[in-house]
């Protein structure tokens, strides 16, 4: 779990629109956009980063995200839009700062290591390059490969390596020359799942400790949500939301969003004067909050399997929280078990309406049984 | 490494169009484009702009003065024949060979190898003196044994024939083939051919059914160079072709330059080699377009199996076979005139000197005839590479607006039979402005074109293996391009430079028909020097010089060799 | 009294006669000087072969040091062909140039190619080959000869043909080596010579014997040698260097004439080195020449200095250069057709 209270969440700024308000952002995305020929890779992005955030873009591989992240390194141009760093422009349309002029610094899905140089000479090339002398590199390259853990393999080659240990390489590569953001280009896809986590934690930590900026290009929301400061999610070279992780979750906007972050159950409904009227029941406006009273036409709901509680129907419960829940009638249709967890698919009320709902592994229930669902309408989010 | 791999397609790695450029970055690329243009692009416009030019300003009448005489069209169609010829009989010699290699395990693998990379090293034109020797109707050693053997009146060779020219100039083209059919067969899976076996066929149904058909593009590249190769020579054709009236192109072509000389003649009659040429390229790349040959799934690992011990010991003498006619003979043969007196008396003692290498050792002619193909080979060597690397880059990197088209102008020269661009070469660079006749550096200039496809294709295939994430790390660390390319580029393709080098060196220290045209009497060449020597009727002199050029080349090749770790003809690896 | 004038008179015979091998320096020493001030020269030729070419070459620089000779030797098409393409480009490579096509040097003269120039040893060679050219464009500074000649291990010199003639029998198919006129000066002279004794008609039935056809006529050397053919209409020099290296060839001069070829040399006009071609043309007409070029079978234009065969002998055509001249091209052209495919 993050250990990190991200600073963002409690600033007063419309949620997922990418706008930060007060400081300067490091970066920003303005109207950003990218085609090749007919095909638009990347569409009207708006992004603001501020400074030492941890931001991930996350999305389904061809949603545009490593195409920004190569923009925003300088590998390829806008086609239209502008980037700002510290509020100068440093790529639009019409010109772009090379890459070796903007102090980013990038990692590779690849790592992109010089087989032909030692892991200290791969460390050490960026220092050289600012023309630092002979023995303030070795220091902090010494250093740098003690902070990664890897100081007793300075003189190997990049082939003698394991692939954690490259990908370590490769970050000890890029902090040590102090970059002022850090771009990432699915770093872990490369590693098996108990590397993975484990250099998830890692490069957090080396974010925390050197206090960069740091921008990750992901696919996998797992390590998305648990190591950045703020999620924008991309679709289709579009940004569709922008939040903390758990805004992300219990508040999406979209229907992509709330698809893709977990899974959900689709609700759609129509609002009349006093209710909100689904398939098979309804429920009173004043039940969803405040924004209850701003729902109109035609509303699709996002309910997450984990918020939904199933219980027999013969029981009954009444805890002060679970006033504002509604109990609702259903009948399990088909029941897995998946380990941690159960997973089944009710049949709501007297509609079609079908659900999915997630219990502990001590609950378990038989197809065919009839239920009673717990629901709570402050958790159910309006989505597009 | 590919050495003999002549791509046409250049995949971009990577997205790439943001500028690297700085001012020093720009003028770099705009000089190597200005190289290319000089050396490849104005030399083939002089020419043909040449070909249509007289005194009295264009005019078609070169082309019809080129091909007005029937002699002149056989001598075309001579040429066409001569390639079709030489190329069936390459192949058809090769095919055994590169097959046993790739799918059997014959004994005796290594020793053919070297054999075939002997065959590379000899240049046809000296092996065809040595054929003579071997293979003359009356007085050849083989017709000599075989009328001794069998007490017959006549040889049964000669080779003062079509079909002796065809033989001895297939021989030569025999490694071309191999290297393309057996890099064929080991990119074929061996799943196809076990499927095949698993339903019934037996070795050679495997071997003519499945496994042909599936590297039929490879034997059709390979078949391609060679037909090109052949209808340019010049050397084979005229110590072996012209004893047996057999004219081809290239020959006829010198003719032209015969009093009074009709340079500009000349250029339009070499104008359709050039126009074979590029239409069986053109030809290829379509062929290429329907890539269902390939593969896609399936190991590519080399089925070795597929012989029994018998046929592999059949393929082992057969390839013993070879390797005698190729290399063994026509080398101790030119040993044996090379140290001798008089290389029509017999080998005994008091025929024994060594009178001809001190003859070449004082022979001041023959001294800078040696100087000069050194140094113009190395000259050219290191310039293609250097060019090419240079190309190869700025297409694979797309470093510059239409910078792909370097592409087709570095692999340009593939299209121009030798002696064309001699031709070339001649018009555009002998006379003012730049007034290079006679000059080494005219024919530097000249090889450098000619030898650039092939530095290309090294530098293009090295390239290719290299991510581009390598050279953005770089970038991304605050390097610029060219930081880049001497930190990374470089370093890593260090192994291809170095066989694009020496293959560039073995091409151009034996290369004749450029040079025919260009060299001026301080600019003299081994290659010339032999021509002059075997036809003064001085065979003994010309044999020790073939040899010294032999030890020469092949002193290179094993030092390469020994640099680069493999086998320079392997293209694993 | 009369005692006392023979002292001066026979001191100065005395001083005289030291100073007589001086004299015969001094008198190239002036035009010497000044080609040793150009330091080299360049020759184009076709006379004798490559190692001769190389001997004379060595010989002059010892006579005159500093001044060094690179000498080119082909066949006189081939020279002549460099030549043109160096008059072509407009760069005088050569200094001087020898062939063994005298209707060549008409044509250079013609076209202002060659630069006038009397030697002083013209004076002294034999009569019949001095003033060859009025105009003095060209001189003549090799004769050569063409005659039958064979392996003498593969036929002996009773049955060998003793005419030309003779090389028309049946007998002969497959066993005569010839070289090309379209390469070789000297082929093209015997081939004008021979039409003009014999017509063409004589080449049409050659060529039914099917000769081997080479490129210079010292290619017959090769072929005679290697067995591979056993008669050849060849140069007696170059076939009798071969025999002192040991090779089983002779020459045999046949009864309807030896054919003689004149070879002659020219200065390049616009040459870079003129002294040095100057003074090496007085040396091709030296007796160290005739010498060196004796020794090596060659004739010799000195009568001081016996060349390979008296031409008095023997019987001679010599080649008309008028025949060369009109008649060649057309030859050259007759022949590839009879011969060729």
């Known amino acids: 779990m993050m250990s990190n209270t991200p600073k963002v969440s409690d600033r007063a700024a419309p949620p997922g629109s990418g706008a930060i308000a007060g400081e300067v952002p490091r970066l920003a995305l303005r109207a950003l956009g990218r085609s090749f020929g007919d095909e638009i890779a990347v569409d009207d992005l708006n992004l603001e980063i501020a400074r030492g955030e941890f931001i991930s873009l996350l999305g389904p591989s061809g949603c545009g995200k490593t195409t920004t992240l190569r923009m925003i390194a300088g590998f390829v141009q806008p086609s239209a839009g502008v980037i700002e760093k510290d509020r100068v422009i440093i790529a639009s349309a019409k010109r772009a700062l090379p890459p070796e ?80 953001v850090l771009l990432l280009d699915e770093p872990l896809s490369n590693l098996d799942a108990n590397l993975r986590e484990e250099m998830r934690v890692e490069i957090r930590r080396l974010h925390n400790k050197f206090k960069m900026t740091t921008i990750l290009v992901t696919h996998d929301q797992a390590e998305a949500m648990a190591t950045s400061d703020r999620i924008a999610i991309m679709n289709k070279g579009k940004l569709e939301q922008v939040d903390t992780p758990l805004a992300l979750y219990a508040w999406p906007k979209t229907r992509f969003v709330a698809n893709f972050i977990g899974r959900t159950n689709f609700l759609e409904a129509r609002c009349d004067d006093t209710d909100v009227v689904f398939d098979g029941f309804s429920i009173a406006r004043e039940q969803f909050g405040p924004r209850g009273l701003e729902f109109s036409g035609h509303v699709t709901f996002s309910l997450r399997p984990q918020s939904i509680g199933m219980a027999r129907r013969q029981v009954v419960r009444a805890t002060a929280s679970e006033e504002t829940f509604l109990r609702m009638p259903a009948t399990v249709l088909e029941a897995a078990f998946f380990g941690e967890y159960w997973e089944y698919v009710v049949s709501l009320g007297a509609g079609a309406q079908r659900l ?28 597009a | 490494m590919t050495i003999f791999q002549i791509p046409f397609r250049h995949s971009a790695s990577g997205i790439q169009d943001a500028k690297g450029g700085s001012l020093a970055t720009g003028l770099v690329w705009a000089s190597v484009v ?55 009989v390459a192949t058809l010699l090769a095919l055994p060979l590169a097959w046993g290699f790739a799918r059997t395990r014959m004994p005796g693998k290594p020793l053919i190898r070297a054999g075939l990379l002997g065959t590379f090293v000899i240049p046809s034109y000296l092996a065809a003196i040595a054929w003579i020797l071997l293979a003359g109707p009356n007085a050849g050693w083989i017709n000599r044994a075989w009328m001794f053997l069998s007490g017959a009146e006549n040889g049964l060779f000669n080779v003062y024939s079509f079909g002796g020219l065809v033989f001895v100039s297939a021989l030569y083209a025999i490694p071309y083939i191999f290297i393309y059919v057996s890099d064929g067969l080991s990119a074929v899976s061996s799943e196809m051919e076990d499927a095949a076996r698993m339903l019934g066929a037996g070795t050679i149904g495997v071997a003519v059914k499945i496994t042909l058909p599936l590297v039929a593009p490879a034997i059709f590249n390979g078949c391609l ?9 010049f050397g084979t054709p005229i110590v072996l072709g012209l004893p047996a009236h057999f004219n081809v192109a290239a020959v006829q072509l010198l003719e032209f330059f015969e009093y009074p000389v009709r340079a500009e003649a000349a250029a339009a009659y070499s104008l359709p080699l050039v126009a074979i040429t590029c239409l069986a390229l053109w030809l290829q790349r379509v062929l290429r377009g329907r890539r269902s040959y390939e593969s896609v799934t399936g190991r590519t690992s080399a089925n070795v199996g597929a012989a029994s011990p018998a046929v592999q010991w059949i393929l082992f003498a057969y390839a013993m076979l070879i390797l005698a006619l190729a290399v063994v003979f026509p080398v101790a043969c030119l040993a044996k005139a090379a ?34 193909s050194l140094a113009i080979a190395a000259l050219a060597a290191s310039a293609a590479v250097v060019l090419g690397i240079c190309a190869a880059y700025a297409v694979a990197r797309r470093t510059f607006p239409m910078s792909g088209v370097l592409g087709p102008i570095s692999l340009g020269t593939l299209a121009i039979p030798g002696i064309t661009l001699g031709i070339s070469f001649y018009s555009a660079f002998s006379t003012a402005p730049f007034r290079l006749y006679g000059t080494i550096t005219i024919i530097v200039l000249a090889f450098t074109a000619r030898f650039l496809p092939m530095a290309y294709g090294s530098c293009v295939s090295g390239l290719a293996a290299i991510s581009t994430q390598l050279e953005e790390a770089v970038r991304s660390l605050g390097g610029s391009q060219l930081t880049s390319v001497r930190h990374v580029i470089v370093p890593l393709l260090r192994k291809h430079l170095l066989s694009g080098w020496i293959l560039v060196f073995i091409l151009a220290i034996r290369e004749l028909s450029v040079v025919v045209f260009l060299a001026g009497p301080g600019s003299r060449t081994i290659s010339m020097l032999l021509l002059d020597y075997s036809e003064s009727g001085n065979l003994e002199l010309a044999a020790a010089l073939g040899l010294v050029l032999l030890a020469i080349t092949l002193m290179v090749v094993v030092a390469g060799q020994a640099v680069l770790g493999r086998d320079l003809l392997s293209r694993s690896q | 009294m009369k005692l006392l004038w023979a002292i001066p008179v026979l001191s100065s015979f005395a001083i005289f006669a030291v100073q007589a091998p001086a004299l015969a320096d ?58 043109l393409q ?20 008409v044509e250079l003269a013609r076209n202002n190619a060659l630069e006038s120039y009397r030697p002083q040893n013209e004076k002294k060679i034999i009569a019949a080959f001095q003033n060859f050219d009025p105009g003095g464009f060209y001189h003549v500074t090799a004769v050569s000869l063409v005659a039958v000649t064979y392996n003498n291990q593969k036929i002996s010199e009773a049955d060998i043909p003793k005419t030309w003639q003779d090389l028309l029998d049946p007998k ?29 008609e004589y080449f049409s039935r050659l060529s039914d014997n099917k000769p081997l056809i080479t490129r210079s006529i010292d290619d017959t050397v090769t072929i005679l040698n290697s067995g591979e053919r056993i008669l050849a209409a060849g140069d007696p020099a170059s076939t009798l260097r071969s025999t002192a290296k040991g090779n089983p060839l002779s020459v045999f001069y046949p009864t309807d004439g030896a054919i003689a070829v004149v070879g002659p040399s020219g200065i390049v006009a616009g040459a870079k080195h003129p002294n040095a071609a100057r003074l090496f043309m007085e040396f091709l007409l030296s007796t160290e020449a005739a010498q060196i070029e004796a020794e090596a079978f060659e004739q010799s234009l000195r009568p001081e200095v016996p060349g390979a065969k008296p031409l008095d002998q023997i019987k001679i055509n010599r080649v008309v250069t008028e025949d060369i001249l009109n008649n060649l091209k057309d030859v050259r052209e007759k022949w590839r057709n009879t011969f060729g495919k």
């Open chain 1, 356 to 383: 999915r709902v997630v219990c502990r592994p001590n609950e378990t229930f038989d197809a065919g049984q009839q239920v009673l669902l717990d629901v709570d309408p402050r958790q159910m989010a309006a989505v």
């Open chain 2, 225 to 233: 160079i060679v037909f090109l190769d052949t209808i340019a020579l």
């Open chain 2, 34 to 88: 200005g190289a290319l243009a000089f050396i490849v692009v104005y030399p083939i416009v002089k020419l043909v702009i040449f070909s249509f030019t007289a005194r009295t300003g264009l005019t078609f009448d070169n082309y019809l003065y080129a091909f007005g005489r029937a002699r002149y069209l056989q001598a075309l169609w001579n040429s066409l024949l001569y390639g079709a010829a030489t190329t069936l």
């Open chain 3, 86 to 105: 160096d008059i072509n480009a407009g760069v005088a490579q050569a200094d001087i140039f020898s062939s063994t096509d005298a209707s060549q040097f």
């Open chain 3, 172 to 200: 002969w198919s497959n066993k005569i080596a010839l070289g090309d006129p379209n390469f070789s000066g000297m082929v093209g002279a015997w081939t004008v010579t021979l039409q003009k004794m014999y017509g063409w």
């Open chain 2, 339 to 372: 140290f001798s007196v008089a290389w029509g008396r017999p080998l005994i003692m008091a025929n024994l000197t060594i009178a001809n290498f001190n003859e070449l050792w004082s022979s001041g002619d023959a001294q800078r005839g040696i100087t000069n």
């Open chain 3, 26 to 83: 001094d008198e190239f020493a002036d035009l010497a000087a000044k080609a040793k001030a150009e330091g080299e020269l360049t020759w184009y030729t076709a006379h004798f072969d490559t190692a001769l070419v190389g001997k004379i070459g060595s010989a002059f620089t010892a006579k005159y040091p500093g001044i060094k000779v690179n000498g080119l030797k082909a066949t006189a098409q081939v020279s002549y062909q460099r030549l």
């Open chain 1, 101 to 180: 002029k903007r102090g980013m610094v990038m990692i590779f899905q690849s790592y992109a290591l010089w087989p032909h140089k030692t892991v200290a000479e791969n460390v050490a090339f960026g220092l050289r390059l600012r023309k630092l002398d002979d023995a303030a590199i070795r220091r902090r390259v010494t250093e740098m490969l003690q902070a990664v853990k890897l100081d007793a393999l300075a003189g190997r080659y990049p082939a003698e390596l394991s692939g954690g240990q490259q990908q370590r390489v490769a970050l000890a590569r890029a902090i040590v020359v102090e970059p002022a």
